[in-house]
C-alpha cells in the first residue's frame, strides 16, 4: 500500500501532519469568525474595505505559518488572500479594482500552472 501524498507538499502525509494541519485550519476558522463578528459590531465606525484586508492578510498568514511548519501551502487561498487584500486596500484607498476579471485571470493561470509543475510519473 502506498502513502498518502500531501496535496500542497507531494510528500508522504502523516497523521501528525494532517492534524497539525486540521489544528491551523480550525484556529483560521476562528479567527475569521470572530474577526468577521467583531467588524460587524463596530460596522458604523469601520472603513469600507477593511473586512478585504482582514481576510486577505489572515489567508496569507495561514499560507506563511503552513509554509514554515513545512505543510506546504494553498494556491488557492494564497491567490484569494492577495486579492482580497488588494481589492481591501483599492476600496479604503477609494480606486476601483476589477476584482471579479482579476480572480478569473489569476485563478486562471493557477489552473494552468498547477499540472505544470507537478512532477510526471
Known amino acids: 500500500m502506498s502513502a498518502?501524498?500531501?496535496?500542497?507538499?507531494?510528500r508522504p502525509e502523516t497523521d501528525e501532519t494532517r492534524r497539525e494541519t486540521n489544528r491551523l485550519d480550525s484556529i483560521?476558522?476562528?479567527?475569521?469568525l470572530v474577526m468577521t463578528g467583531?467588524?460587524?459590531?463596530?460596522?458604523?465606525i469601520v472603513p469600507s474595505?477593511?473586512?478585504?484586508?482582514?481576510?486577505?492578510?489572515?489567508l496569507l498568514a495561514l499560507n506563511a505559518v503552513r509554509h514554515f511548519?513545512?505543510?506546504?501551502?494553498?494556491?488557492?487561498?494564497l491567490i484569494l488572500g492577495a486579492l482580497a487584500l488588494a481589492a481591501g486596500?483599492?476600496?479604503?484607498?477609494?480606486?476601483?479594482f476589477?476584482?471579479?476579471?482579476?480572480?478569473?485571470?489569476?485563478?486562471?493561470?493557477?489552473?494552468?500552472v498547477k499540472p505544470m509543475t507537478k512532477e510526471r510519473e
Open 4 to 10: 498518502t501524498l500531501h496535496p500542497h507538499t507531494g
Open 28 to 32: 483560521g476558522w476562528g479567527l475569521f
Open 38 to 44: 467583531g467588524l460587524l459590531l463596530f460596522s458604523s
Open 49 to 58: 474595505g477593511t473586512w478585504l484586508v482582514a481576510t486577505g492578510i489572515l
Open 69 to 77: 511548519r513545512g505543510l506546504g501551502f494553498s494556491l488557492f487561498t
Open 89 to 96: 486596500l483599492a476600496d479604503l484607498a477609494h480606486v476601483g
Open 98 to 112: 476589477p476584482i471579479f476579471a482579476v480572480a478569473l485571470v489569476a485563478f486562471g493561470i493557477a489552473v494552468l
